[in-house]
Structure formats: C-alpha cells, structure tokens
C-alpha cells in the first residue's frame, strides 16, 4: 500500500504480464468482458479448440473465437512518446525478459497460424486443380458420347436404309 490505497496493475489472466492498452493490442470477450492480450486469447481459443471445448479463461463462460472483439484506446498526446519515455535502464531485467518470452510466444503463434494457413492455401489450391481436371476429364467424356450418339444415329440410318430398301 501507498499512502493508505492500494494500486493494482492490469493484466492479461492468461500470461499475467501487465496489459499496456496503448501499446499492445488487446482483445475482450464480449459475452463476459474480460480482457487478454490478443495474442494470448488467440493461443487459448487454439488450445480450447483441439479440446472441444473453448470457454472464458477467467469465468469459463462457453465462448468461442468469434465472440472477441479488439480493443482501441484514445490517448493524449502521441503514443511514441509513451515508448520513447519508458528508460529501458530503469526496466526491471525480469519484466524484460517476460517481455521478450511473451514475444517469441507471439513469434511461435504467428508462424504457426502461417503454417497453418498455408497447408489451408495448399488444400484449396488442390481442390482447385482437382476441380479443373474434372472438368476437363468431363469434356472428353462427353465428346465420346456424342461420337457414340452419332454413330448411332448413323448406324440408325442405315438400319433404316437396308431394312425399307434403297432404290
């Protein structure tokens, strides 16, 4: 306690590293209101979906990915100058390497949503070409009926020609 009151810090439940709203992206479930860092909320709805089961770190209310929105703060002033003020000397070595840690996780979970977006790509691609080769299997599929109808049609004609006598 300062001074008789206590200050509390803002943090994500999921890392429990402090939230910085102008400088980091956050994210709110909309059903219950919690707030997360927007790559932590992205891990655990990734984590809850091999699960099954996706609900609220905090209250566990059912949620699902859909039900995030980001979040945007006004402020005063630029916020560069909220970076630019923080003394990377007066930082504590252990909040720095949190903070680094939180961003290889970020690094991790961005090349693997990357990873996964691209085998995505590639399926669709596959489909496509599968697609197009069916479509062009179906053209000579259908050129061979049609010889198949014309020579019936003449072989028909001939049927006719012998059977009612050509003079």
């Known amino acids: 306690m ?4 206590s200050i509390g810090k803002t943090i994500c439940s999921i890392c429990y590293e402090d939230l910085k709203p102008l400088v980091e992206d956050l994210q709110a479930i909309s059903i219950c209101g919690h707030v997360f860092h927007e790559l932590c909320l992205q891990q655990w709805f990734e984590y809850c979906s091999s ?8 209250c566990k ?10 979040l945007y703060f006004q402020s005063v002033g630029d916020s560069n100058d909220l970076i630019l003020s923080q003394n990377v000397e007066d930082e504590d070595p252990r909040e ?6 939180r961003l290889e996780v970020k690094v991790k979970g961005l090349s693997s949503l990357l990873e996964r977006q691209g085998k995505e790509l590639k399926d669709v691609n596959d489909q496509v070409n599968s ?4 479509d062009t299997s179906n053209i000579g599929v259908i ?9 019936i049609s003449l072989f028909y004609f001939i049927f ?3 059977l009612f006598g050509c003079d």
């Open 2 to 5: 300062i001074g008789g009151t």
């Open 51 to 58: 699960a099954k089961k996706c609900s609220c770190p905090v």
């Open 160 to 162: 006719l020609l012998i």
């Open 143 to 151: 050129s061979g009926i049609e010889e198949i109808r014309v020579g």
């Open 61 to 70: 209310q059912s949620c699902s990915a859909s039900n995030v929105n980001r």
């Open 96 to 101: 720095l390497r949190g903070q680094v840690q």
């Open 131 to 134: 697609i197009a080769f069916l």
